[in-house]
């Protein structure tokens, strides 16, 4: 298929147009490059690959694009509380008013796949399923909101709401919790945590790769559908997320601060057997990812944590 991705030199989209290509299908990426990457150097080589450096908000150009593709999965975005706060304005131009824009062009015979974020679903002590009430509990989670109201009422397209993302991939990011934890457990030796009983649900950067490409394959099945995309098997607090981490760092020393709090307040548990009744299974675990970030780590360390960072 002829697969637009826009946003896709940033950190998922690097993995996820190298995992196309290889599948075979044509990739069009449409980045604006804002934090400098070289991502997608090593693509060029294939020649069902094509970059444009352009802008989403630049309408025209981004509904030129979808009209000639089959499958579209707007990955451009502000990603995360701290990067909305900081420019709420592009933030909303991102994450909702390009879906809103992408949805209203799309065609009954064109494919379109959302991500969307956990963090729409705030906090809960209840097990969360596809059917929990949102309580975003911040701008970039009201964003995602919105864009999967749109997507849905349009009925064609899937949402994938996205556990918290770890993994090493061609555009780095240090700043997500489980790459931040690896990173200052190597180079400071030490996890100082707030709120450690908090959890939170994490998925592998390629099986988000591999849960597109079968979106793809499936998409008649699961058109219209809303599916949690996490590790069934990594519900973890910030300690359980620590203690595992020191099961390679073994010098590593934990300590809590019971005085201070974390900025995000996400802290649920998040059932992903929709998915997985699909028959879509996850291929990398939590240790895969610990073990592969502490080996990468040795090629990034020497440089300033600010070329990894979306902050």
């Given at each position: 298929m002829k697969v637009l991705i826009t946003g896709g030199a940033g950190y998922l989209g690097s993995t996820l147009a190298e995992h196309l290509l290889l599948k075979d299908h044509s990739v069009t990426v449409l980045d604006n490059l804002m934090y400098k990457q070289l991502s997608l150097l090593h693509l060029f080589k294939?020649?069902?690959?094509?970059?444009?450096?352009?802008?989403?908000?630049?309408?025209?150009?981004?509904?030129?694009?979808?009209?000639?593709h089959d499958a579209i999965i707007p990955l451009a975005a502000i990603v995360g509380m701290p990067a909305c706060k900081a420019n709420p304005e592009l933030a909303v131009d991102l994450n909702f008013k390009q879906i809103r824009n992408i949805v209203r062009r799309l065609r009954p015979d064109q494919k379109l796949i959302i991500p969307n974020t956990n963090s729409q679903y705030g906090s809960s002590d209840q097990i969360i399923t596809e059917e929990s009430p949102f309580k975003p509990l911040s701008l970039y989670a009201q964003t995602k909101c919105d864009a999967e109201e749109a997507v849905l009422q349009q009925g064609n397209g899937i949402v994938l709401r996205l556990a918290t993302v770890f993994g090493v991939s061609p555009r780095m990011r240090q700043d997500l919790l489980v790459n931040d934890f690896v990173y200052k457990s190597v180079v400071d030796g030490y996890l100082v945590l707030f709120e450690a009983h908090f959890k939170r649900n994490y998925i592998h950067v390629q099986d988000i790769a591999r849960t597109f490409e079968f979106m793809i394959d499936n998409y008649e099945q699961c058109r219209g559908k809303v599916y949690n995309v996490g590790l069934s098997t990594a519900n973890l607090s910030k300690?359980?997320?620590?203690?595992?981490?020191?099961?390679?760092?073994?010098?590593?020393?934990?300590?809590?601060?019971?005085?201070?709090?974390?900025?995000?307040?996400?802290?649920?548990?998040?059932?992903?057997?929709?998915?997985?009744?699909?028959?879509?299974?996850?291929?990398?675990?939590?240790?895969?990812?610990?073990?592969?970030?502490?080996?990468?780590?040795?090629?990034?360390?020497?440089?300033?944590?600010?070329?990894?960072?979306?902050?």
């Open positions: 294939n020649p069902k690959f094509t970059f444009i450096n352009g802008d989403v908000r630049d309408t025209g150009r981004l509904l030129e694009q979808v009209d000639l300690m359980e997320l620590a203690e595992k981490i020191k099961e390679y760092v073994p010098k590593l020393v934990i300590k809590q601060d019971e005085f201070k709090e974390d900025f995000d307040k996400r802290n649920y548990i998040v059932s992903n057997a929709k998915l997985e009744s699909t028959g879509w299974r996850p291929m990398y675990d939590l240790d895969y990812g610990i073990k592969q970030l502490i080996q990468a780590y040795q090629m990034t360390i020497p440089y300033n944590n600010r070329n990894f960072t979306n902050l």
